[in-house]
């Protein structure tokens, strides 16, 4: 199964404004190249590191990254 998703609107990360643009779950659920599972895994772990968002927020996008991931095998 190949889910394809267009965001419109202003970036927005996990715990930031997510009203006023995509979520960082929204990414993690719709991501189509195994190649941003890695990116986004990252900019998760240092959004958590910079404050924007929590700890826990940033494992759950890390957790539904890789079920996308699995998902994409």
Do not use: W
């Not at 394809?4 to 930031?16: I, N, P, Q």
């Not at 941003?36 to 590191?49: S, W």
């Amino acid at each position: 199964m190949k889910i394809l998703a267009d965001f419109a609107g202003v970036e927005a990360h996990a715990g930031v404004r997510p009203e006023d643009g995509s979520s960082a779950i929204e990414a993690a659920a719709a991501y189509t190249d195994p190649a941003d599972e890695g990116k986004l895994y990252i900019a998760a772990a240092h959004a958590a590191r910079d404050g924007l968002c929590t700890p826990k927020q940033a494992t759950h996008v890390q957790n539904r990254l890789r079920q996308r991931g699995r998902q994409l095998q």
